[in-house]
């Protein structure tokens, strides 16, 4: 719990298009690790990193991108219960990486960082 307070701290410090930018991140590690076996426990931590992410950049965004970031927390949460059937299958496995460099695209475009 101590490391989750750590890392909140240390992610609120950033101003919000860095924040989301880090979400990008996290989504855009999660299709480029995807494709090594033994990685299956690093992207688990990546989706839940990911969700708490949504969660404390949630409160600082307009009502248009909180409505993304929901939809985001809900395909993020619903691949995480899923997690061990995906990983098993190579289709499932591809289709998550690529929907998940799709969301890194969005809300990294989200984060007018590249503007």
Request: glycine share 6%.
């Amino acid at each position: 719990m101590i490391n989750q307070i750590v890392i909140r701290e240390r992610y609120l410090r950033d101003e919000l298009p860095v924040r989301l930018g880090g979400l990008a991140a996290n989504l855009a590690r999660i299709k480029s690790f995807s494709d090594h076996p033994g990685h299956k426990d690093l992207i688990g931590s990546l989706l839940e990193e990911s969700k708490f992410f949504i969660e404390w950049t949630f409160p600082d965004t307009d009502l248009e991108d909180q409505a993304v970031l929901a939809e985001l927390q809900i395909q993020l949460a619903f691949w995480q219960r899923r997690w061990g059937k995906i990983w098993a299958d190579p289709v499932q496995r591809v289709a998550v990486a690529e929907k998940a460099h799709d969301w890194s695209k969005r809300v990294l475009e989200m984060s007018g960082i590249l503007k």
